[in-house]
């Protein structure tokens, strides 16, 4: 079986123009559209409604032609028979929280990013509380955090005891911005929060020279940034700990909640291993006042199958991306901002989110010809009613206010065809010329 799927993921992995993957995507969505059960995975695939609340859920198809802001059923559908011959296994040994299964995927995980550890936990959120709290963060220490971030880098800093110390992203990558970092790495900062936002990594060569000379440990936030390079550095490789998330839409993505810290910090590793068990280091034995953060054994099944196919699933994300890019370059001069990739970097697209003056206005029109999409994230965390009480308001961060009121995310994910990407590039340059001549019109009385 897995000698099957090493050959399939050679085949896919050879040699080929953009347009190749997505043709083979496609063809990959039409075959899985052929398995039992398609109708019923369409009924119930549904992205996080908190994400795409205040955008048209119910979007109109343009000549039968629907294309749905993420379809999780070319991933799912890859890996469907032997996850449930698998779980068939799980039900007749009974390993359901950290069964057999889990320990081999920390060891897959381990040495997919390069690391001697792997901690396997119950979410992305758990992997960043626990590296958190087994680094050694003091009550009321500062953690360096992004302004702009979904909300959970937040949430991991305090419920671990410690204050957010947030700084801007730049432009060049919406990251934390190295030069507003360095400033911000004071007296009574111990930690630094890196997020590699949108697939894309951060500064971590210049973000690691501050943390060096200020003595700051980096846990890093690679939840969006499974397989991501940058200068050399892959994501999860340069902190003393890393953690990813493996929420269902992620590039990386369980059949439910589920997420991992990776290290080669072996006492820190022990510990994050206790405080995922009720701080237990044996059995009824409670070194540590703990959590319930196991991984669930059916997730980590659904992880080892789909582990070898990431690489795969990343290229398809960054032919897609490079279709949009190419498509949508003429209209930067009307008002349209493309993503940003740096020199040196492999982003793997988590989303693709380009900036315009109304994106509610754009996404509007998308729905109705056909077309979801998201926004991520239209309130940046230090303007949330959950940590008004750091004291920040509107104009603190200027980049990622911007980016909040701005952002939104196309369509983008393994098996989209080049026949959708086509309609939601036509469907964007139709608004900005649509909207150009209305300009016209009104500037000529």
């Known amino acids: 079986m897995r000698s099957s799927r090493r ?63 993420v379809d999780l059923w070319p991933a799912n559908g890859a890996v469907k028979r032997r996850v449930l011959d698998r779980i068939g296994q799980t039900i007749d040994r009974g390993d359901f929280t950290n069964g057999h299964a889990v320990e081999e995927f920390e060891r897959e995980l381990a040495d997919h990013s390069g690391r001697r550890h792997c901690v396997a936990v119950s979410s992305g959120l758990d992997a960043l509380r626990l590296s958190l709290v087994a680094s050694g963060l003091a009550p009321g220490a500062g953690v360096i955090v992004p302004a702009m971030t979904f909300a959970a880098t937040f949430e991991a800093v305090i419920q671990a005891g410690g204050t957010p110390i947030i700084v801007d992203v730049a432009e060049g990558d919406y990251n934390l911005d190295v030069g507003a970092t360095q400033v911000a790495a004071a007296e009574g900062v111990t930690h630094m929060l890196p997020v590699h936002l949108y697939g894309q990594l951060a500064d971590m060569r ?74 237990e280091t044996g059995k009824y034995h409670h070194e540590y006042v703990g959590y319930t953060a196991r991984l669930d054994t059916i997730q980590a099944i659904v992880l080892l199958e789909k582990l070898p196919l990431l690489e ?21 001069h ?86 959708q990407l086509a309609h939601v590039c036509e469907a964007v340059q139709d608004y900005f010329g649509v909207g150009a001549r209305r300009r016209t019109l009104v500037g000529t009385g």
Not at 236 to 245: E, H, N
Request: aromatic share 8%.
């Open 7 to 69: 050959h399939a993921v050679a085949f896919l992995s050879a040699d080929r123009e953009p347009c190749d993957f997505l043709r083979t995507a496609c063809e990959l969505s039409q075959a899985f559209a052929r398995f039992p059960l398609r109708a019923c995975a369409r009924r119930t695939n549904r992205y996080n409604p908190f994400i795409t609340r205040g955008i048209p859920s119910r979007t109109r198809p343009v000549n039968g032609l629907h294309v749905p802001f």
């Open 312 to 332: 795969e699933w990343n290229r398809e994300r960054r032919a897609a991306a490079q279709f949009y890019t190419d498509a949508l370059a003429g209209l930067e």
């Open 334 to 419: 009307l008002g349209l901002r493309l993503p940003p990739e740096p020199t040196g970097s492999n982003s793997v697209w988590h989303l693709y989110v380009v900036r315009t003056s109304n994106p509610q206005q754009l996404a509007a029109f998308l729905a109705d010809r056909g077309i979801q999409t998201g926004r991520h994230y239209p309130e940046p965390p230090h303007l949330a009613p959950a940590y008004r009480n750091l004291g920040f308001g509107p104009g603190d961060f200027r980049v990622a206010e911007a980016l909040a009121s701005e952002g939104l995310s196309l369509p983008l994910y393994p098996g989209i065809s080049e026949a």
């Open 206 to 279: 210049g973000l690691s020279s501050v943390a060096e000379r200020h003595g700051l440990q980096i846990i890093e936030d690679a939840c969006q940034a499974h397989g991501a390079r940058r200068d050399g550095v892959a994501a999860g490789s340069a902190g003393r700990a890393a953690a990813f998330s493996f929420y269902p839409a992620k590039n990386l993505g369980a059949m439910g909640d589920a997420g991992a810290l990776v290290t080669d910090d072996e006492e820190l590793a022990e510990h994050a291993r206790a405080l995922r068990v009720h701080g």
